[in-house]
């Protein structure tokens, strides 16, 4: 029969039994251009399943085909090679059962006490009246005033802060809303971190890691102590879970976004970590963040500036220097593109603030002066997540640091 027919009547692909070809398991009859399977392939093709079934590799099966046939066995040498090959492979079975036992026994170990471990009380997030004097509405400077609350321990959870004109701040299960954020409220595209690595590209994975480690080791993080940090676009808190052992315990952290649903995601895992830290996380729109001017001691720009970038030709760097100190820190990190396909989604009046020749200089206009920098290497491929550059473009990771009025 030919091989269509062989593989259909043995429930086996095409493709496997041309591998089984190859490694000469199976050599069937040529006759012309095509392959006839007869009962000796069939013979040969049943011996391979038996001995898979045994736990033998193809490469073991190879040489037992070759010893068996090459040496033209009789019945006391196959019985002495077969009963041999059978002990040896049981053998390594055994000792696989074992590891694997041993295996077995040190993830029980391990789970019983990730059970019993006691991580300590779950922290519990809002905005400590202290911190009250860091607000500011966004419309007229004027201070937020306590309308209504549920107060303890001086943190606020639930209320309502209203300035004199009219604008109010919401603090809603621990988390800050500050003017129309209908937009805010748009459902996650996935459930959790996890299932975002999952599918993402792992050379986007990678330069997103290599840039974590980057900020750990070049930033002086004790130039933090007792400041007010600000992050751009909390999203999903890769930042804020990697730097936070970082992050001084006497400084405060406000954690912004325009999307709320991030902001509960990452409030709650960092709540469950039960880290020692003043975190205040802060939904609202960007050209609109209820602080007062030069109040910011370090702004964190991960892949903020880049976000807004894909919905607006400002750089939003521009847009928030009036909340930095005269002194203040940056720590940038920003996608940028290599070249641009006549396709892209970076619309061509934004596509300025992805280059490396435009952000630089825009930065150093602000006022800022280089500690350090880094260009990560290209990335080509796109993933689910991760859409915002097509098949052609290379983009890359830049990452500074520097302060205001700062030398080297």
Known sequence: MRIGEFAKKNDVSIDTLRHYMDLELIVPHKKGSYYYFGEGVQKSFDKINELKGMGFTLKEIRNIFLYSTLGNLRHEEKRNFYNSVYKEKLLNIEKEIESLNNSRESILHKLDEIRNKDF????????????????????????????????????????????????????????????????????????????????????????????????????????????????????FGFSIRNLLDKIPENSTYIAVDHNINKLKYIKSV?????????????????????????????????????????????????????????????????????????????????????????????IEKLGYIKKSDYKSGYINNSCEFESFFVKGE?????????????SL
């Open 120 to 235: 300590g009380d779950e922290k519990t997030y809002g905005l400590d009246i202290s911190n009250l004097e860091l607000f500011s509405c966004s419309d007229c400077g004027a201070s937020f005033k306590i309308e209504s609350a549920n107060i303890e321990n001086n943190l606020i959870t639930n209320g309502r802060l209203s300035c004199g004109c009219g604008k109010n701040l919401i603090i809603e299960d621990g988390i800050l809303i500050y003017g129309d954020n209908e937009k805010a409220f748009v459902d996650l595209d996935f459930e959790n971190v996890g299932e975002y690595i999952e599918k993402t590209d792992d050379e986007f994975l990678g330069n997103l890691y290599k840039n974590i480690k980057w900020i750990r080791e070049n930033v002086d993080f004790s130039e933090l102590n007792n400041g007010l940090i600000v992050e751009l676009g909390t999203g």
């Open 270 to 362: 960092l709540e469950k970590s039960c880290v020692e830290r003043n975190i205040i996380f802060l939904c609202c729109d960007f050209k609109e963040i209820p602080l007062k001017k030069k109040s910011v001691d370090c702004i964190l720009d991960f892949v903020g500036s880049t976000s807004y970038g894909f919905e607006s030709s400002d750089f939003l760097m521009n847009i928030v220097d009036k909340y930095s100190k005269d002194q203040a820190i940056l720590i940038g990190s920003y996608f940028l593109f290599a070249n641009f396909m006549p396709d892209g989604n970076i619309a061509k009046e934004s596509r300025h603030i992805f280059t490396f020749d435009w952000i630089s200089p825009e």
């Open 394 to 406: 290379k983009i890359y990771s830049y990452l500074y640091y520097g302060g205001k009025g700062k």
